[in-house]
């Protein structure tokens, strides 16, 4: 039998309950423009605070951590091997808090094809002085223009222009909580003492607002250079070497090798903030949980037209048996009513999918906590689309299916002496 | 060619269990040739519908057996079946049965649209010239529920011919008809044997019409006498 034929005698079949068609292929519609508006709009949210804390996380994080010295001098002592001691309260010595041999290790990492780019950072522990109040505080050194690539560091920073920090020198970048405290205006002079107990005026050029007021109450940026001057080192002190790696899945594989080959302390994204991955996962799988719910129910809306018109037509479908159509065709027709359905509604719900994304998209959003979102965030990914109409197929297909097998089933001797 | 029978039952039997149960055809054998123009008539009740039900393949259901064009039918499978009935058997019901979602010519067409054996022009073309013959081809267009009951009769018979069928089977083709309408209706099967040698079977009540034919076969509680 040929397509051609099958699909004449469905679409007549279909255009004769025309209203309860298109009332099924509305519901097929409005399931997949909501699954695909829901989905996007949540995994626009996921990605969005993800991104407060993920974007300008490095992947790998090499530092070098205080800590007592593994092994005491007895416990090399060959003589003593098979003996106890008793050597307690171990303190660290006084180690140093900066990577040793940093320079030639940020080389080699630029030269890894792995990494997409690094970034050197030193902290100084400051107070920051309000009169005769001192605010406990922390200044980061950072390298302005390698945050601002590959940590978004422009994002954050507001009332000022973060190349300023460059391009002045003794300028800083005021944590907004801080600034809020200390009443300072840009180009406003601030004092900070260091724990060394010198005192340093730094001119305030813009504010940093990260969405996390606990990060903002204290955090403050300057230039690597200047951190380094408020720590009194040299310019190869450096203490923190964030990594940005190209994917990110291979970054706890290479804090390892990091470690071993660096000799330093390594720390992955994933370690430091597994929590998020699984607030993402949990969120993504309601969506699509509700989503498919949606398209399931729909598939129900089309199994009763469907039954309503095999009701209605068995005479139709006696007669095709009666001339030669077998059972086979007849549920081939039935099948294609199905996801005639199923296709039309689906692909009509693409597109509401696509206006009612666009609509959340519109919408105004402000959060003091996100300076750079105006509107609701909303994923444009093609994956929900074609998830959202493949699924929206298949359960039509099913929805079709069962009908259409009790078409083909249906004894003509019976219909036709019925009348 | 001439005496090759088109149809031949050999002790047909059928019961219904409703509820308990009950004979209605008791060995029923007898064979039609190629080009006989042949009417069962009987009381009402007497099982000729279910007979012809059997004959036309479409009920399984029954004890002994069917040769269509020489070839056995019973215990073929249903698609098998479905491909028999499209090719060779021709089938006209008491109550037109036109899909009132298609045209008169759409209508005709319909087993071809099974087949396939012709390209669609061809049996648009051959579906006319059918309506033609049969006088009706101004209602080509119009939906099988624009026309009269005597007019849907004759669409469905010219649906019936539209593979070129072997043998032709009517159950009460004239019963809604008017006299007028019923001879029209004669006509057009004897120019069909004559002209284009098929065979015929008509169930009917009416004996003006059963009269006409080359053979009456008559039905008596399940037998034929
Ligand atoms: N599905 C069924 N279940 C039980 N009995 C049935 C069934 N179908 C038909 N019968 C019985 O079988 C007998 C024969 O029915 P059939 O329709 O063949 O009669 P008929 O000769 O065509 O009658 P008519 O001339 O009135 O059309 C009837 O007594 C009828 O009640
Ligand atoms: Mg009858």
């Given at each position: 039998m040929k397509v051609k034929h099958i699909y004449e005698i469905a679409k007549s079949l279909l255009l004769a309950r025309s209203r309860q068609s298109l009332v099924a292929a509305i519901g097929v519609t409005f399931s997949v423009a909501f699954f695909i508006s829901l989905l996007g709009f949540m995994e626009g949210l996921n990605s969005l605070l993800d991104g407060l804390v993920l974007n300008r996380t490095p992947h790998v994080r090499l530092y070098t951590e205080i800590r007592?010295?593994?092994?005491?001098p007895i416990d090399l002592s060959k003589t003593y091997q098979k003996q106890h001691n008793f050597i307690s309260s171990v303190k660290p010595t006084n180690a140093r808090k900066d990577i040793y041999n940093a320079l030639a290790i940020i080389s080699t990492l630029k030269a890894d094809t792995r990494v997409i780019g690094v970034a050197p950072k030193v902290t100084a522990q400051v107070f920051y002085n309000l009169g005769n109040i001192e605010l406990n505080g922390v200044i980061n050194g950072i390298d302005v223009l390698q945050e601002a690539i590959l940590f978004n560091f422009k994002d954050y920073v507001i009332g000022g222009d973060f190349k300023d920090l460059i391009n002045r020198s003794n300028s800083i970048i005021l944590g907004i909580g801080v600034a809020e405290k200390m009443l300072a205006k840009k180009g406003d002079i601030i004092t900070v003492t260091t724990l060394n107990g010198g005192q340093f005026s730094l001119k305030v050029v813009g504010f940093y607002q990260s969405g996390i007021a606990e990060l903002d109450k204290v955090h403050s940026f300057v230039s690597l250079s200047t951190g380094q001057k408020l720590l009194g080192e040299s310019s190869n002190f450096i203490s923190d070497i964030q990594i940005k790696v190209k994917d990110m899945s291979q970054a706890p594989a290479m804090a390892n090798e990091y470690r071993r080959v660096f000799g330093i302390d390594a720390e992955d994204i994933q370690t430091a903030n597994a929590q998020f991955e699984t607030g993402s996962r949990a969120r993504s799988i309601i969506s699509y949980a509700v989503g498919i719910t949606l398209l399931i129910v729909a598939g129900f809306g089309i199994y009763n037209i469907l039954n309503m018109m095999i009701y209605e037509k068995l005479d139709t479908i006696a007669i095709l048996k009666a001339t030669g159509f077998a059972g086979s065709d007849v549920k081939i027709i039935f099948i294609v009513i199905s996801l005639s359905i199923g296709i039309g509604g689906a692909l009509a719900g693409a597109l509401l999918g696509f206006i009612f994304s666009l609509i959340i998209d519109a919408i105004p959003f402000n959060s003091a906590a996100l300076p750079t979102v105006t509107t609701y965030p909303v994923n444009y990914g093609l994956q929900y689309y074609s998830i959202a109409m493949l699924f929206a197929v298949v359960t039509t297909y099913f929805a079709g299916w069962f009908p259409a097998k009790k078409a083909s089933s249906v004894d003509p001797v019976e219909i036709i002496r019925g009348k | 060619m001439e005496n090759k029978p088109s149809l031949v039952a050999t002790g047909i039997y059928k019961s219904f269990y409703d509820p308990a149960k009950v004979d209605i055809l008791k060995g029923i054998s007898f064979s039609i040739n190629r080009g006989e123009f042949c009417s069962i008539t009987g009381?009402?009740?007497?099982?000729k519908s279910t007979l012809l039900y059997i004959l036309s393949t479409m009920d399984t259901d029954y004890k002994g057996e069917l040769f269509i064009d020489s070839e056995l039918m019973t215990n073929k499978s249903e698609k098998e079946l479905a491909f028999v009935r499209n090719e060779k058997i021709g089938f006209v019901f008491q109550?037109?049965?036109?899909?009132?979602?298609?045209s008169v010519l759409k209508n005709v067409m319909l087993p071809g649209f099974k087949s396939s054996k012709h390209t669609e022009e061809e049996l648009e073309h051959k579906a006319y010239e059918l309506l033609k013959k049969l006088g009706?081809?101004?209602?080509?267009?119009?939906?099988?529920?624009?026309?009269s009951g005597g007019e849907k009769q004759r669409v469905a018979i010219a649906r019936s011919m539209i593979n070129d069928p072997v043998i032709l089977m009517c159950d009460e083709p004239t019963g809604n008809l008017d006299s007028k309408n019923t001879e029209i209706v004669f006509e057009i099967f004897k120019e069909l044997v004559h002209a284009f040698n098929k065979t015929i079977l008509v169930v009917t009540h009416d004996e003006n019409f059963s009269k006409k034919t080359h053979r009456i076969i008559t039905m008596r509680d399940g037998s034929i006498m």
């Open positions: 007592p010295s593994d092994f005491q | 009381k009402s009740g007497c099982g109550f037109h049965y036109l899909l009132n979602e298609f009706i081809e101004k209602l080509s267009s119009k939906m099988a529920y624009q026309v």
